[in-house]
């Protein structure tokens, strides 16, 4: 979701998730939210199972209506939000068939093939830094450069050459971003694993250690009750 809201800040539709969000109706197995997006600070439990029950479709309408420059990568983000969403959804399934496992690999090459457009929103700490000094490196070379001139030039002239320097400076952020960003990292990588797993050891929900969390709490309780 950092990704998503990552992308959303870029095109400006983090207003229109929000209000996506608050108007979702109540259905059975849904517990609706009293805040908006933005509000929710922590995400556990049941929140994170109805964000995963309704994301893609509040996705959905936060970027409806795109105009001719947007609707690629509003298309890219939303087929690569809904097939994780689909993957994970089937991995929870109490159990599985050849064709439930087919859809989980479909689903997952999906993600892995569009994830791309979330690139620039998982810059890694090294990156933030190597991009944070790029900055500040370019702003006192382009400060250097101005005070040579700054007497030659109206006031017209140096308003408009510090928004070309805003623009450049930004630009070459995020070509940095997007140059040493990647997705090699374990949580990405354990996935392709999922479908083989459940073929040799049977349906992860097995696995779930909430059982074992519930007795250990309710045992607690009991006992010093």
Known sequence: MEWVEGFLKKVNRQQA???AWQEIPPYPGFSVQQKAYCEITQWQGKKMHNLGYCISAVLASALRNPDSSQYQDFKSA???VSALV???LTAQYRSHTPDTLTYMESYLQTFYQTKVIFLEFRPSKATRAQ???QDWELRELMADQ????VHHRSVANRRRLADQERVERSDRRADLIRRENHFNFIKIHYLTHLA???RRFGSISMYS???GELAHKDQIKDRYS
């Open 17 to 19: 998730l929000d209000d």
């Open 78 to 80: 939303l087929k690569c």
């Open 86 to 88: 689909d993957f994970t």
């Open 131 to 133: 991009a944070n000094r």
């Open 146 to 149: 101005n005070m040579k001139e």
């Open 196 to 198: 083989s797993h459940v």
């Open 209 to 211: 250690t909430e059982i």
